[in-house]
């Protein structure tokens, strides 16, 4: 089985435009299927079930040599169960990379653009955030209140039903986001916030995340499990569902991370004009607004902050590492290129812009 995966990255990445969306149709229905299986527990079963299965390697390993035994037949089942996983990861989720962009499902126009459109796509998401800002729950000190995990991770696993009548492409399962419990925190520390398990179909999150991102990535893993691999497109189209979400917890995630997204390009690219929106912001009809945005990006620094390290070091060119053997050529840096996407949004959405 094993063997199969080379052979699938070379078939889809030379054929992907005559493979899709016959493929993607398939694994939505495989995956959708799994996390249907998976969804007896509230709490990602991927997560126990690999602490499990390694405890298991372990013991029947060191059996076998106090029993002076060989290691033939356990070695064997060992790498059955690892090329199954693989086989199943390949198979039936990861070759989504190759498929043509979301922007053709979309019908969304993807190019260049100046920056003075850039600035312009910022400024609206950051009005649209701070418009949001004084409506999600706070306490006394206007930072933002941890909210009960398993409601936003059952909101999150329907996110995407408002876009999928518009947007076949949105069409899947609509199972609640799994809660990691094992890996959580180490996923957090080798700079990762979510990860899909596609063997199990389990989009899942650790607990831990912060406040105001963790709408946001529920609907990014839940993108995954919706066969949209690319994690530039999985970001806009978490974006897009905690938009159209009715919840306003979800809104202001998506215009506050819409915004995040445009101001980090801009600051890279322009940082005198990015410090400019800022402080005319603050003398500007939506400065409340404008502040406690403020807050809740210096607080999410803040709650990061104590999961910096060599880990996240490591984590970070294992995941560049990953994301180039699937296509994704920039790899880690594919992360900033949503803003292209968002641009794109607000471009052809210009009549929205009040």
Not at 101 to 108: G, I, T, V
Not at 144 to 155: G, Y
Not at 334 to 354: E, H, M, R, T
């Amino acid at each position: 089985m094993a063997l199969l995966c080379p052979a699938f990255l070379l078939v889809f990445s030379h054929f992907g435009d005559a493979l899709f969306p016959a493929y993607r149709t398939f694994t939505k229905a495989l995956l959708g299927a799994q996390a249907a299986l998976a969804s007896v527990a509230p709490v990602a079963l991927w997560d126990f079930l690999v602490v499990a299965l390694a405890i298991a390697a372990v013991v029947s390993f060191a059996a076998r040599i106090v029993r002076k035994r060989s290691i033939l037949a356990w070695l064997s089942t060992v790498l059955c169960v690892l090329a199954a996983t693989a086989f199943l990861f390949v198979g039936g989720w990861a070759v989504n990379h190759y498929a043509p962009p979301l922007s053709r499902d979309l019908d969304l126009d993807v190019e260049q653009y100046s920056t003075e459109q850039l600035v312009e796509a910022c400024i609206y998401y950051y009005q649209q955030a701070a418009r949001l800002a004084d409506q999600v729950p706070r306490d006394d000190e206007d930072n933002l209140v941890a909210q009960d995990f398993f409601e936003l991770a059952r909101i999150a696993g329907g996110s995407y039903a408002n876009l999928a009548g518009r947007y076949p492409v949105f069409e899947g399962s609509t199972a609640p986001v799994k809660a990691l419990v094992l890996a959580g925190d180490p996923l957090l520390y080798s700079g990762h916030v979510g990860i899909f398990f596609s063997p199990t179909g389990e989009s899942s999150v650790p607990l831990h995340c912060a406040p105001s991102e963790m709408p946001f990535t529920m609907c990014h893993e839940a993108a995954h499990r919706l066969g949209i691999a690319s994690e530039e497109e999985a970001n806009f189209a978490a974006i897009l569902a905690c938009a159209a979400n009715d919840d306003t917890r979800f809104k202001y995630a998506a215009y506050y991370l819409a915004f995040c997204y445009c101001h980090n390009a801009l600051s890279s690219h322009s940082p005198d004009i990015a410090q400019q929106i800022v402080d005319l912001a603050a003398e500007s009809s939506f400065a409340d607004g404008a502040r406690l945005i403020a807050t809740d990006r210096y607080a999410t620094y803040l709650h990061y902050l104590p999961y910096e390290g060599p880990a996240k070091e490591t984590g970070t060119q294992v995941n560049d590492t990953y994301l180039k053997t699937f296509g994704e050529e920039v790899g880690v840096q594919s992360y900033g290129l949503v803003v292209d996407y968002l641009i794109a949004w607000y471009v052809q959405n210009a009549p929205a812009k009040s």
